[in-house]
């Protein structure tokens, strides 16, 4: 079964890049890979997707601060979110993607605060 | 872009049905996906491509699609339903994703 589990700093500094990594375990990285975020109170926001080939999409509203990348021989794809403030603070999930099967794998998501 | 609309908030007693409601322009031609997230909890998918569900999940829950609404609909509501429900859709024409605003559902 495959799973999905999220990693990286807890806490950044404003203006710096958020870095986050999904490792994909129990199954093929070939698929479409997105990354969510909800900041705390709040809904969820789709900042993009990557396919394992490495096209990708990003929301318009984050697009010039978006970075996704994937390294197969890992089975893990990645997150760069640069000049960040207190508004980027929030819980990250990575998921599998599919546009007719919806995101039927989420990872369990992992904090980020962005705070000097 | 294309604006998902979901009311805030919905109530149901135990044992009734709960009716959940997701607004787009034409939603009837696009697949559409329901997320249900318990409180601390990643979101769960529990309707698929508008009315299909994934291993696992009961048949009290169910969708549908059509015109400029799609609807989850959960049968027999149990205190365990209690959470918040988001719609999805995969916008073809742009080729991003689009996340309703969630409905918190209450079991009175």
């Known amino acids: 079964q495959v799973q999905l589990q999220e990693s990286g700093p807890g806490l950044v500094k404003p203006s710096e890049t958020l870095s986050l990594t999904c490792i994909v375990s129990?199954?093929?990285?070939?698929?479409?890979w997105s990354w969510i975020r909800q900041p705390p109170g709040k809904g969820l926001e789709w900042i993009g997707y990557?396919?394992?080939?490495?096209?990708?999409k990003y929301n318009p509203s984050l697009k010039s601060r978006v970075t996704m990348s994937v390294d197969t021989s890992k089975n893990q794809f990645s997150l760069k979110l640069s000049s960040v403030t207190a508004a980027d603070t929030a819980l990250y999930y990575c998921a599998r993607s599919d546009w007719k099967m919806g995101l039927d794998v989420w990872g369990l998501g992992t904090t980020v605060t962005v705070s000097s | 872009s294309f604006v998902l609309a979901q009311p805030p908030s919905a109530s149901v007693a135990p044992g009734q049905t709960a009716t959940i409601t997701c607004g787009g322009n034409?939603?009837?031609?696009?697949?559409v996906h329901w997320y249900q997230q318990k409180p601390g909890q990643a979101p769960v998918l529990v309707v698929y491509?508008?009315?299909d569900r994934p291993s696992g999940i009961p048949e009290r829950f169910s969708g549908s699609n059509s015109g400029n609404t799609a609807t989850l609909t959960i049968s027999r509501v149990e205190a365990g339903d209690e959470a918040d429900y988001y719609c999805q859709v995969w916008e073809s024409s742009s080729d991003h994703v689009v996340f309703g605003g969630g409905t918190q559902l209450s079991v009175l």
């Open positions: 990557i396919h394992y080939t490495g096209s990708t």
């Open positions: 491509d508008d009315r």
């Open positions: 034409n939603i009837g031609r696009k697949s």
């Open positions: 129990g199954g093929s990285i070939s698929y479409y």
